[in-house]
């Protein structure tokens, strides 16, 4: 059964870090792309991050770009989104998905791209 899980979600003040991770089963992440995306209240979900675990090419959403890093453990089968110097605007359900690229890793990088999601971990930052 494929399933992506995510955890490491939780509650931090401005200015914190928190660690997401993202574990696949029933099928390994080689010659994948695995993305990060996020959905706000009352907003749409959006991509924060992608990796291709062909490559090691990674994109960024300009909103996270020096602050978060998108990686991989290949031993244990699980991406990484190492969240640094979070605001409250990072308040958010975030979600990895993983799909077999057909496109560079930042044209990947959109919802409608992934057909294998988790179920989401809550990410908010209090101010």
């Known amino acids: 059964q494929v399933q992506l899980v995510e955890s490491g979600g939780g509650l931090v003040h401005t200015g914190g870090s928190l660690r997401l991770s993202c574990a696949a089963s029933g099928f390994s992440l080689d010659y994948h792309a695995v993305g990060w995306f996020r959905q706000a209240p009352g907003k749409e979900r959006e991509e924060v991050s992608c990796l291709s675990t062909t490559d090691g090419s990674t994109y960024y959403a300009d909103s996270v770009k020096g602050r978060f890093t998108i990686s991989r453990d290949n031993a244990k089968n699980t991406v990484y989104l190492q969240m640094n110097s979070l605001k409250p605007e990072d308040t958010a359900v975030y979600y990895c998905?993983?799909?077999?690229?057909?496109?560079?890793?930042?044209?990947?990088?959109?919802?409608?791209?992934?057909?294998?999601w988790g179920q989401g971990t809550q990410v908010t930052v209090s101010s």
């Open positions: 998905a993983a799909e077999r690229p057909t496109f560079a890793v930042q044209a990947m990088c959109l919802e409608f791209n992934f057909s294998s």
